[in-house]
């Protein structure tokens, strides 16, 4: 069963960056496309941006572009979200997730989520 496990979360001022890792046990992260998600207080979850298994990215979001980058590193079984340039309006907590091969329209594995939180 594959497993995901986010970590890299915490209080940043706005304008900082953050990198955030979504760690894979239990099954080999190559064969998996990866999305991170968001939710803020009192909102609906919202996509972010996803990685494919062979590397195709989605952007989910329009509020990020230019902003957050995703990338992942087979060898660690880890994909990153490098997000910088961060806003107050960029505060939730983030969760990955995971889909066979291809980013979304589902994802079957989520990882517990980590609170990100952009305030001065």
């Known amino acids: 069963q594959l497993q995901l496990v986010e970590s890299g979360g915490g209080l940043v001022q706005p304008g900082g960056s953050l990198r955030l890792s979504c760690a894979a046990s239990?099954?080999?992260?190559?064969?998996?496309?990866i999305g991170w998600f968001r939710q803020a207080p009192g909102k609906g979850r919202e996509g972010v941006l996803c990685?494919?298994?062979?590397?195709?990215?989605?952007n989910y979001a329009d509020s990020v572009k230019g902003r957050f980058t995703i990338s992942r590193d087979n060898a660690k079984n880890t994909v990153y979200l490098q997000m910088n340039s961060l806003k107050p309006e960029d505060t939730a907590v983030y969760y990955c997730?995971?889909?066979?091969?291809?980013?979304?329209?589902?994802?079957?594995?989520w990882g517990q989520g980590t609170q990100v939180t952009v305030s001065s």
């Open positions: 239990g099954r080999t992260l190559d064969l998996y496309a």
């Open positions: 997730a995971a889909n066979l091969f291809v980013c979304g329209p589902s994802y079957n594995h």
């Open positions: 990685i494919s298994n062979s590397g195709g990215i989605a």
